[in-house]
Structure formats: structure tokens, C-alpha cells
């Protein structure tokens, strides 16, 4: 039975309302008319008009900002009233497209901004909401996930912070280390991940592509994202390889120590199309390098599957890539900002997420099970099933 199946027998555990801080403001609109046509379309002959009174409705997307005073200090503001509300706050702390003043200077928001200002928001509705949700697909400080020597571990603090204020449920995506959630075993924490998404949108982009073992190989870049290219091979029944980064530990550079090489471990991939799965691009070296030397391996094609696209270095080497050979495709979701010049690129595919996440959404507004959601092989399989019809 799916989800809207469910939600036909279900009564929501209050009325929804989405506040997109933002950062997240295209998205959520996306995910709002998703959430609209759902109820109006698919539940239509179910509405009881007392009990179903604030169900539907035009939007449920509540206004909200947060103003900033001439030092650069800010306060959240809500628009309307959410009392008695089942509350989703939507916010990107890496959209550093957004800018503000401070003392004249413009300084643009960094995920420090955008955590503050998703406090804000919890802060003015805290006490008078139903219930708390934090819709964050990029985990704040997912990366400051562990302590090997003497340094704050943010991410645990920011999710016990996030459960003291309140919040009852906290959504993200492609958590770096789905550990951190250990830090608040007691709260809600939901780690979704796209692979049907990326599926879609990669047949969409490759019709002709074959998903059997002998032209299809999945690759990891590095021991961190081992699991989900496991995953990934095991659903579509085809092998996996991966790299290891061979680091210089004598040596320090920006805190971290530097890689010296990219070796491989896996079966051949001479004339085999490869699909790099990883859950973030930052500055795009690494993978890149592995794009390298998977072409110079003899793949025929190297497609890169990524949740997050944050191109810390800007996109020229990517371009530089693509004119070289190395690069054939580059699949990111829309769950974080992306800069608009990427939208142009011949080698660039978008995951969309809206309808995934409004799901998401509905489903836990009637508090229904998301298993379905959390595992997607059986979409995987209906939808590789249609394509070989």
C-alpha cells in the first residue's frame, strides 16, 4: 500500500504549515503545490468538511523573516499565527548566495548565519506550535562529526541544541556519518538518501544507457561513501570498485592532511560506463582526479551521482574536465543552492527532490510509516522493469 493510499485513512496529527527560511525559499514553493495537489486531487472524495476543515487549503507555506539590524545582528519574525500548527522549518545552510550588511560591508551568509537564523524562527514558535520539525538536507557541521584530537564536535552540538529548544523531528539527507544522530538517541532523526532519484533523472538524461554487469560498474571515490555504492550495485545487480586516499600524515595543510594519490581497488573498467557515487562535491578535486583515472583506465563513460553540489572553487575545472573527456555527466540534487551558470552546462543533469520531499512531509504530518521512503529499491527495480519493457 503506498503512502497516499495511507493517507486516506489517516487523520493528520495537527494542521500543516511549512516555513521556508530564505535560503530554502524555492524549494519549499516546489514542495508546497506538491503538497497542495496531493490533497486536492488525491483525497478529494475523502474530505469530511468538520474534521478535515484547515486539510486543504492553497498553500500551507507561512510567512516568516528575519530582519537584520545595522550591526548585523537579526531576529525571527512569524507572520501568522501557528498555534496548534505540526510545523516544518525548511532551511539551506549553504546557500551563500544570500547577503546581508553589517556596518556597511556586505557579508554573505554562512552556515553559521543560517543556523542562527533557523534558531530564530524555532525561538519565535516554540510553546505554540503542535510539534517542531527541522527539514535541513544538508546537515550543519555534518563533516565535524567525530574528535580525533583536540576540537569541538559541532554537529553533535548543534542536534543537542536542536532537541533542547524543542524540535521533535529533525530531516536530512546524505548525513556524512548517520552516526551523529547517536548524540540525541532519543529525538527524531530521519537520513534519507536520493539513489531512486538519481536513477530517474540519469535514464532520463541516458535512455540508451545499459544497467546490466557486463556495461555498467559503480564506483566509490573513498572508504566514506563505501555504503552507498554498495547499496547502489547490489540493487542494480552489477560489480563495484573503489579508490582509497593515500595520505601524507607527517604533514598539516588547512588542518587536514593532504592526499598523495588515488588508488584503485576493483575489476576492470576498460569500456565499462562507471557511475561515482558520493554524498558532496566541495571543492571537486578529489572526485575529479578519480574521473581522471577511471578515463585513464580505459572507462568509456564516467557519470558523477552526488546529493550536494557545492563547487567551493567555482566550476571551471569542471568545464575543464568536460572539454577534456573525463567528465560525461554530473548529477547533483536541488536540495541546496545551486549557482545558476551550472543550469547551463552541457554535462549537468538535476535530481529534482520537490515531490520526495513533500512526501516526506505529508507522510509525517499524518504520522504514518516512511519505511517505503527510507528504502527505495522497489521503485529502483519498477523503474529499470519499465525501461526494459
Given amino acids: 500500500m503506498t503512502n497516499i493510499e495511507l493517507m486516506e485513512q489517516a487523520l493528520p496529527v495537527a494542521p500543516l504549515k511549512i516555513l521556508a527560511l530564505k535560503s530554502c525559499e524555492s524549494l519549499a514553493q516546489k514542495v508546497d503545490q506538491y503538497i497542495v495537489s496531493f490533497r486536492k486531487d488525491s483525497l478529494q472524495d475523502f474530505l469530511d468538511p468538520v474534521i478535515y476543515s484547515s486539510y486543504e487549503a492553497d498553500t500551507y507555506l507561512a510567512k516568516n523573516s528575519c530582519p537584520r539590524f545595522g550591526t548585523g545582528e537579526a531576529k525571527g519574525l512569524i507572520g501568522e499565527s501557528i498555534r496548534g500548527k505540526d510545523l516544518f522549518i525548511m532551511v539551506?545552510?549553504?546557500?551563500?548566495?544570500?547577503t546581508y550588511t553589517v556596518n556597511g560591508h556586505v557579508n554573505h551568509m554562512s552556515p553559521d548565519d543560517h543556523y542562527q537564523d533557523l534558531k530564530r524562527i524555532i525561538s519565535a514558535s516554540t510553546g505554540k506550535a503542535h510539534?517542531?520539525?527541522?527539514?535541513m538536507p544538508f546537515l550543519y557541521e555534518s563533516r565535524q562529526h567525530k574528535r580525533t584530537q583536540r576540537e569541538s564536535l559541532d554537529c553533535a552540538l548543534a542536534l543537542e541544541e536542536l532537541k533542547t529548544m524543542g524540535v521533535s523531528n529533525i530531516i536530512t539527507f546524505d548525513a556524512h556519518d548517520p552516526r551523529v544522530q547517536n548524540a540525541i538517541p532519543l529525538s527524531g532523526f530521519e537520513n534519507f538518501t536520493p539513489a531512486y532519484q538519481f536513477m530517474k533523472?540519469?535514464?532520463?538524461?541516458?535512455?540508451?544507457?545499459?544497467?546490466d554487469k557486463e556495461h555498467l560498474m559503480i564506483i566509490s571515490p573513498d572508504?566514506?561513501?563505501?555504503a552507498r555504492a554498495v547499496y547502489f550495485s547490489n540493487v542494480l545487480g552489477v560489480d563495484m570498485g573503489m579508490f582509497y586516499k593515500r595520505r601524507d600524515?607527517?604533514?598539516v595543510v588547512d588542518g587536514k592532511n593532504p592526499i598523495v594519490a588515488h588508488e584503485f581497488l576493483g575489476?576492470?573498467?576498460?569500456?565499462?560506463?562507471?557511475?561515482?557515487?558520493?554524498?558532496m562535491i566541495s571543492s571537486g578535486e578529489s572526485i575529479l582526479d578519480v574521473t581522471h583515472q577511471l578515463k585513464e583506465r580505459g572507462a568509456d563513460r564516467v557519470f558523477i551521482c552526488t546529493t550536494f553540489g557545492l563547487f567551493t572553487n567555482g566550476l571551471e575545472q569542471f568545464d575543464e574536465y568536460y572539454e577534456k573527456g573525463y567528465l560525461d555527466r554530473l548529477i547533483t540534487t536541488n536540495l541546496t543552492y545551486l549557482p545558476p551558470e551550472l543550469k547551463e552546462k552541457p554535462y549537468f543533469v538535476k535530481a529534482e527532490m520537490s515531490k520526495f520531499l513533500a512526501l516526506i512531509i505529508d507522510s509525517l504530518n499524518h504520522d504514518l510509516p516512511i519505511s517505503s521512503v527510507l528504502s527505495p529499491t522497489d521503485k529502483i527495480h519498477e523503474l529499470l522493469e519499465k525501461r526494459n519493457v
Fill in 249 to 251: 600524515y607527517s604533514t
Fill in 131 to 135: 510539534r517542531v520539525n527541522v527539514i
Fill in 223 to 226: 572508504e566514506g561513501a563505501m
Fill in 267 to 279: 575489476d576492470d573498467v576498460r569500456g565499462k560506463t562507471v557511475i561515482i557515487m558520493d554524498d
Fill in 201 to 211: 533523472a540519469l535514464l532520463r538524461a541516458e535512455p540508451n544507457l545499459k544497467t
Fill in 92 to 98: 539551506d545552510v549553504c546557500n551563500h548566495s544570500l
